[in-house]
Every structure is written in C-alpha cells, then in structure tokens.
C-alpha cells in the first residue's frame, strides 16, 4: 500500500477575475475549489494512474470535512487526525486578461507535537514491510523542524519504503534519516549545496554525494520543463522534458513523485518508470491549476517519452 501524508493541507480555491484590480471591486466569473497540498495532490494522480493510495494528514475545521469529503468523493481512501483550528484556504486569482496569477494563502493551523506523535502512531500501526510512505510538503506551525527525519526514521525501521519531497532545513533533516528516494528539484538541489547546480553532471554528483553521505537509495532531480535526472546505485538516466502545452506548472513535481511512488509498488524497471514519470509530470502541466491528468493523456504520451542511460 502507498500512503501519503500531508501535515500541511489546504483548501485551493481558484478564481478567475478578468483586469483583477487591487484597491477596487473585483467580480468572480468562474470559481472551484480542490483540495490541496502536496500529498493530497500525490494521491489524486495515484488514482488516475490506476493505483490505490490512502491519503492521512492533519486537518481542522470546517474547512478541514470539505477536503475529507472532497477526497471521499473522488474515492480516495483517508486517514486524518483533527487539530483544533481551521485548516488553511488559498486563493488563487487567475487573469486570463493581464495573463497573471495571484496566490493570497491563510497562514494555516498550529498543531500540537502530542497529535503529530498521535498521526505517527497511527501510521506505524498499519504500515507493512515494503508500503510506501510518501511524505511532502511544508509543515504546520507548531511541527519541529525535524518532523520529517522521525518520521523517515519510524518508517524505515517498520519495514516501509520512505519517498521525501520536501525543501530546505525539512530536507535537510529528512536526509540524516536515509530515506528511500527524494525527488529535489534542481533549485531544492543546489539549496542543499548551497550553490547553483545547473547540468546534468553537476546534478549528479551532487545526487550521488547525498546517496553515500545520507544512505538514500535513489535520487529524482527534476528540471522542470528541461526534464529529469534519475540516479539509482547502478544507473543514471537522464529524461529530455516532454513539449506539450502549459496549462499550468503547478504539481507538476508531485505527479513525478505519484508516479514514482506507483512505479516502485508495481515493480518497474527503472526505463519504465522514467517513462511513466515523465509523462505523468508532462500531463499534468497541460491541465490547469492543480487538477490531476486523466490516464489517457498520460498513456499517449509515454511512447513519445526519450532518455539518455549514461
Ligand atoms: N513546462 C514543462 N513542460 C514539460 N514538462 C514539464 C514542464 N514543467 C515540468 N515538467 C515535467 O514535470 C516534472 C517535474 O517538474 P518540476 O521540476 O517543475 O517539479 P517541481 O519543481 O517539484 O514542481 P512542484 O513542486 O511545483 O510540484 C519535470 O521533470 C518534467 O518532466
Ligand atoms: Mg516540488
């Protein structure tokens, strides 16, 4: 089983204004609302890809049933713990006239470390040897900065496969716990290294240097619209980015990761999971906002998918 877990959630709420004007009055023409956060977004594309997952996080509120109810409908098995408090809304302006999106996000719960170790607790109980556990994402307020390296921990040593995709200090702290693969993207990369990585060799070097330091198993640098680099023990691929038309660009990453996460549990060798990934993360930039692609569109683009084996 694949669980994803997002300790950060939050309710999208995207809305088109055409001329959207600051210091006036501004009317909506067009409005939905998804239910976000990184993990969550890995599960919506590992149903689309065919998969099961189940979805587990913090949530709060009102707001925190919609998504629950929002992911039941999509039939998306969950298991989410409540924290007092509501969890956060983000609006999303688009304007298809001055072509400009606008993100005003609600600062989001606190939670407490006893309903953190609770969540924890919870997650072990059902985890099995070879599971994946899928952890992404930023954190709640309240979370220790190394929420991530316990949980990487307390799911390695309970048999399962950890996938980190996070940023920053959460992966820094994430790596010292030898998770299975992260999935940087080329900026969270060179962050680490506190430098700029751009070519596939210095990537890398930078991945292979995490893989020994830090005992990590695989390494998936993304390079946005150039494309990816996989780095596995004995391998090293590089995938040439898919032309499709941008929808948006957003999630594109967390399609990588549920295609990652899919490929694993369903025993692909490492060309057919460069190629899944890549149209995975291709589709998904065709669509808008952060709505999951639909198989078909996935499917016809893996034969298009090329890659270079070093
Ligand atoms: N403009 C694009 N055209 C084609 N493919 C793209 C484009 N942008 C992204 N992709 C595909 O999606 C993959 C992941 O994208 P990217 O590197 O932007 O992830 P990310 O920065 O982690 O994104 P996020 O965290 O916002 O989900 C890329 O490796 C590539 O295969
Ligand atoms: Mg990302």
New binding site residues.
């Given amino acids: 089983m694949i669980y994803t877990v997002t300790l950060n959630p939050a309710l999208d709420k995207t809305v088109e204004i055409p001329s959207f004007a600051i210091d006036s009055v501004n009317r909506i023409t067009a409005m939905r609302t998804d239910p976000g956060g ?1 993990g969550i977004n890995v599960s919506k594309v590992i149903g689309k890809l065919g998969g099961k997952s189940i979805a587990s996080g913090i949530l709060g509120g009102t707001t925190g049933q919609a998504i629950m109810s929002a992911l039941k409908d999509m039939g998306l098995e969950t298991f989410f713990l409540f924290a007092d408090g509501e969890t956060r809304t983000n609006l999303k302006v688009v304007d298809k006239t001055k072509h400009t999106n606008t993100d005003i996000n609600e600062p989001g719960l606190t939670v407490t470390e006893e309903l953190l170790d609770a969540l924890l607790k919870e997650l072990l109980e059902k985890i099995k040897k070879d599971d994946i556990v899928v952890l992404s994402g930023s954190l709640p307020k309240g979370a220790p900065k190394n929420t991530y390296g316990t949980w990487v921990k307390c799911c390695r040593e309970a048999g399962a496969k950890t996938i980190l ?1 996070a940023d920053g200090e959460l992966l820094m702290e994430g790596l010292k716990e030898s998770p299975y693969l992260i ?1 940087p ?3 969270e990369l060179s962050r680490l290294f506190d430098t700029t990585l751009e070519t596939p060799q210095e990537l890398e070097k930078a991945a292979r240097k995490l893989m020994e330091e830090n005992k990590v198993e695989k390494v998936v640098v ?4 150039a ?2 680099l996989y780095v596995t023990k004995d391998a090293t691929i590089y ?1 040439e ?4 038309p ?1 929808g948006s ?8 990761v549920a295609a990652l996460a899919f490929a694993e549990e369903s025993g692909m060798s490492l060309e057919e999971t460069v190629r899944l ?2 149209a995975t ?2 589709a ?2 065709m669509c808008s906002g952060t709505q999951a692609a639909e198989y078909q569109v996935i499917k016809d683009l893996i034969p298009k998918v090329v890659f270079q084996e070093k």
């Fill in positions: 990184k995709d999935k993207n080329h900026h993304s390079m946005g619209a494309g990816a995938a980015g898919l032309k499709v941008v660009t957003v999630g594109a990453g967390d399609s990588v990934s890549t993360g291709a998904n930039v």
